[in-house]
């Protein structure tokens, strides 16, 4: 049960445009929304978040949107810029009792920008 | 901030052989720690996690096992690996309670051959 799913396995984009990344998500119970960059062979680092209780997270050339009522987000990245190429991860989580909170990752979306 | 380390960065391992991968944590207490699998192609699969020493919850049967001997170490274990054991291993943490951001290491490169 995918209950995050990232539809494009891939996006190229050319350098100095908009890359608009997606994510749609199942589970109602999600109330925070992370996105992940990863390069290969490395760990992936964390870009930014979002609440459910926004709209819309901005962080310099990054930012994230949710629409709750059509469970779905997106990161958008302008300008794009060479050093964008990887695979994003967009994840999700809930508050877990314990304050143990479990991140549940889509498969990824390998991002080309295209000089 | 946290730092996260992983050893080793690369293993070849045969089948059917025991696999031993450590993680440490530095910066953080009482941290959050998990085990993740990368297989080739794939997104990120949650094996483990751990709230504290000696607790460890498994989010999936499979051939691995998991243990937190100190606060801020969680080393990933194998008495005989298969051959679908084969992908990238991640470490990450998360700080207990502040928020939900988890923080990864930079991995583990297992081939089972």
């Known amino acids: 049960d995918q209950q995050v799913k990232q539809n494009s396995p891939s996006l190229s984009v050319q350098e100095g445009r908009i890359s608009i990344l997606n994510c749609d998500y199942t589970n109602s119970m999600f109330d925070y929304f992370l996105w992940y960059k990863k390069y290969p062979a490395e760990g992936p680092t964390f870009l930014i978040s979002?609440?459910?209780?926004?709209d819309k997270n901005e962080d310099g050339r990054f930012t994230v949107f949710l629409n709750k009522s059509a469970k779905h987000l997106s990161l958008h990245i302008v300008p794009s810029q060479p050093g964008d190429s990887a695979v994003y991860f967009c994840?999700?989580?809930?508050?877990?009792?314990?304050?143990?909170?479990?991140?549940?990752f889509g498969t990824g979306t390998r991002l080309t920008i295209i000089p | 901030s946290q730092t996260i380390h992983q050893w080793p960065a690369t293993l070849v391992q045969p089948v059917g052989s025991p696999l031993s991968l450590e993680c440490t944590v530095e910066g953080t207490s009482n941290p959050n720690l998990y085990w993740y699998r990368q297989a080739a192609g794939r997104g990120l699969q949650l094996l483990f996690y751990s709230v504290g020493i000696g607790q460890i919850s498994s989010e999936v049967p499979q051939n691995l096992s998991a243990s937190r001997p100190q606060d801020r170490q969680f080393i990933l274990s194998s008495k005989k690996l298969l051959l679908s054991d084969s992908g990238f291993y991640l470490c990450a943490c998360q700080t207990s309670g502040a928020s939900y951001e988890q923080y990864f290491g930079p991995g583990t490169r297992l081939t089972v051959t």
């Open positions: 994840a999700a989580s809930r508050r877990a009792p314990f304050g143990n909170e479990k991140l549940t």
């Open positions: 979002i609440s459910s209780i926004k």
